[in-house]
């Protein structure tokens, strides 16, 4: 899985996601501030990263309580 770092155009937030959602240029949801953003505005964002030296930046695992901190797209209810 590689991840890549997002900051969000409106909120200024920094999230990660996996790259699966951006290769796919899907729109990102900000968990900070509710945002989508769109591929166009976080495509010069894109660089890639390891995921080697994300894991080692990311302190927590991803659970329940920590997804929160990352872009996602939310399911469909
Ligand atoms: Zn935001």
Known sequence: ???VFIKCT???KQ???ETL???????LHC?????????KEYQSQLQPISSTS??????KPISKETVGEILY?????
């Open 10 to 12: 409106k909120c200024g």
């Open 73 to 77: 797209i939310p399911s469909k209810e």
């Open 21 to 27: 959602l951006t290769d796919n240029r899907f729109p």
């Open 31 to 39: 968990p900070g501030c509710g945002k989508y953003i769109s591929y």
């Open 54 to 59: 994300v894991l080692t930046r990311i302190q």
């Open 1 to 3: 899985m590689k991840l």
């Open 15 to 17: 999230f990660y996601c």
